[in-house]
């Protein structure tokens, strides 16, 4: 068992599509003219003209095939819930998503972290992957916490939720902190893609956490931050060095 598992935002999206179903908003037969949503503090009044009509809506039902979703600065976007060949010729034939599905990117190429304490924070942090951590692993101080924090669907991280939760951190106490980006998978509008990725990069997250532990850290110190689609990577990354080591992470939020 973990010591603290905390779940909020990782149901996010399933509660906007419960309340999708719900008949909060539109549905085949309801009213869809005056569509309100309320993402906490941001409520969009009638967003897009005749988007959240499924009759004249190029994107099908809302909740269903499409939904309108904060990407990590809490700018609002519309994000397709399915595969691309599901949607109408105007969807499909949209250049940038074929170029995003023909691509199938080398996780430990394209998922980065960064590295922040007190001393390196103004300047950015480090930056580093598995196969030059070995920098980092000089930086961070094992007499100290971990705090390793992961977005989710439509950020990256260098948006506001990653930041202000790192700098929260690091205002309160030195400590280490790290920040997975895995933005070339999560940071597009099709959900299918990080969706499907997301034991993929867990995989390759608790490689790092693997060699941080060989390097001297308490896994007792070690707390999981996760947003969205980062909580599920936090989970399946806790699970896998559960099966394939002895490393028992001390905390996971999400
Ligand atoms: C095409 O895709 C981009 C992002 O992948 C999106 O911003 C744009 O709205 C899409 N266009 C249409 C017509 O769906
Ligand atoms: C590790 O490699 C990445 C990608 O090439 C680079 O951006 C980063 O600066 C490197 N980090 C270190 C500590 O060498
Ligand atoms: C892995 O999980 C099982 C089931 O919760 C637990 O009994 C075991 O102690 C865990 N192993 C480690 C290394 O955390």
Request: net charge positive.
């Amino acid at each position: 068992m973990f010591k603290s598992v905390t779940i909020c935002s990782s149901v996010c999206l399933l509660l906007l599509l419960i309340n999708a179903s719900s008949g909060k908003y539109p549905t085949k037969n309801g009213p869809r003219n005056n569509l309100l949503l309320d993402f906490g503090k941001i409520t969009i009044k009638n967003p897009m003209k005749n988007y959240d009509d499924p009759n004249t809506s190029p994107y099908g039902e809302y909740g269903i095939d499409w939904v309108y979703f904060p990407d990590g600065n809490g700018n609002i976007k519309i994000g397709f819930l399915r595969h691309p060949k599901y949607y109408n010729k105007n969807v499909a034939s949209n250049s940038s998503t074929r170029t995003i599905f023909s691509k199938s990117p080398n996780t430990e190429e394209v998922v980065k972290f960064m590295f922040y304490n007190r001393k390196n924070n103004d300047k950015g942090g480090t930056t580093f992957l598995l196969s030059n951590m070995t920098e980092v692993l000089g930086e961070i101080d094992n007499s100290k916490p971990l705090k390793l924090i992961t977005h989710g669907w439509l950020s990256n991280g260098h948006t506001k939720t990653c930041q202000l939760i790192k700098n929260s951190y690091l205002k309160k106490d030195d400590m280490n902190v790290i920040v997975m980006d895995w933005s070339e998978i999560s940071d597009t509008v099709w959900y299918y893609k990080p969706l499907s990725k997301t034991k993929d990069v867990a995989s390759y997250y608790s490689k790092i956490v693997e060699k941080i532990v060989a390097n001297g850290m308490d896994p007792k110190h070690i707390h999981l931050i996760g947003h969205s689609l980062g909580a599920h990577v936090s989970g399946f990354a806790a699970v896998t060095l559960n099966r394939t080591t002895d490393i028992r992470i001390g905390r996971i939020t999400v």
